[in-house]
């Protein structure tokens, strides 16, 4: 159980271009998401946290224009990098928890973005 | 504002062994420290939880302690396998929202 999924696993794309980054629980409702960075040998970077059916509440320094994320529903929440540069560039991960007084956090496999 | 320190460099044992690592965190006592592993290229694992007013937490060869006094959790990892070799992550939880503040993580390599 308590299985997250993430799509894509790795895309590569144009400086200036937008990517759509899924994230679903596969087995259970998520009353919250999460969306994380990593770059190497670092530490997990949180960058918002999302509600369904709310607006994400974003880390300072993160720009909610540039990552516009979608809890549409409990089981679906979706990142978008839009006109993305090269620094831009890293290791994207979701987790979802599933509230209701349970505290850890199952995580997906991760997406690496690569903008070239 | 809480900070948790792992030991950075890698920790290197000898299959068979107990390995040991370290969380210690500076500022306040968190309800609930958790433990993570992560595997390169991967999403962390959630492993264990251990709440304020537990002392101790096993899972298998999975061992946590949390003292709030010292402000540290220890992780063992006894009769250890080269399988286990890699990035264990401590996370403490936030007044906010199910957050998590997180460790870099100390990256455990176990020799055959």
């Known amino acids: 159980g308590a299985v997250v999924s993430q799509h894509p696993s790795w895309v590569i794309c144009k400086s200036g271009t937008s990517v759509k980054i899924e994230c679903r629980s596969l087995d259970f409702q998520a009353t919250t998401m999460f969306w994380y960075r990593q770059f190497p040998k670092q530490s997990l970077m949180l960058m918002a946290t999302s509600n369904e059916g709310s607006k994400a509440t974003y880390e300072q320094g993160v720009e909610k224009d540039k990552f516009l994320i979608n809890h549409a529903s409990l089981t679906l929440s979706t990142l978008t990098v839009t006109s993305a540069h090269p620094e831009d560039s890293s290791f994207y991960i979701c987790?979802?928890?599933?509230?209701?007084?349970?505290?850890?956090?199952?995580f997906g496999p991760g997406t690496r973005l690569t903008v070239t | 504002s809480q900070k948790i320190e792992q030991n950075s460099e890698a920790l290197n044992i000898q299959e068979g062994k107990t390995a040991t690592l370290t969380c210690n965190y500076t500022?306040?006592?968190?309800?609930?420290l958790q433990w993570y592993r992560q595997d390169p290229g991967r999403g962390p694992v959630f492993l264990l939880l251990i709440r304020e007013n537990e002392k101790e937490k096993r899972k298998e060869r999975l061992k946590v302690t949390f003292d709030t006094t010292l402000k540290q959790s220890l992780f063992h990892i006894t009769a250890s396998q080269p399988a286990d070799s890699a990035t264990y992550l401590c996370?403490?939880?936030?007044?906010?929202?199910?957050?998590?503040?997180w460790g870099a993580g100390t990256k455990l390599i176990i020799k055959p």
């Open positions: 500022n306040y006592s968190p309800a609930y």
């Open positions: 996370a403490l939880d936030t007044d906010s929202n199910y957050q998590l503040i």
């Open positions: 987790s979802a928890s599933p509230g209701q007084a349970t505290y850890e956090q199952y």
